[in-house]
């Protein structure tokens, strides 16, 4: 338990320091040290997120709000300089982070289900067993 606290008090300091490195009150572009820093903050909430469910669930109910409305890659775009070589990268995984904490399958706060690629549903089904009767009614007719 008192692992779990020292975990999350990393997390807080983590995402506290890379929000004033993106954050609304930061208007100057990242120095190049502040650039990796943040690069570095997103690849440690990456490694929780994939591997920690409860950490995972700690960021989702702590800072879904900071990630839903302020960790915006066109913000994030303005204060990293594309000049960097780390910038791209970096831009990568944010986007993969937000997706992450924002995803609606691991969410604690679930959205509508949207239809998945490749996922069969009952009206899926039934729509292709429809589909099955009117191209037979019609060979039938030839």
Known sequence: MEEMRMTEGFVENVIDQMMKFIG???KDALMPQEAVTLYVHFS???TFLH???KI???IRSHYLEEFKYFVQVPVVMKKLPQSYP???ITVTLIESVTNKVLDSGTSIFPKSPSKKKG???MSD???LSLAGRRLSTVSNAW
């Open 24 to 26: 609304t009150t930061r």
């Open 44 to 46: 440690v909430l990456q």
């Open 51 to 53: 591997y920690s469910p």
């Open 56 to 58: 995972s669930a700690f």
């Open 86 to 88: 780390i910038c791209m």
């Open 119 to 121: 996922v069969t549903t």
């Open 125 to 127: 089904i039934d729509t």
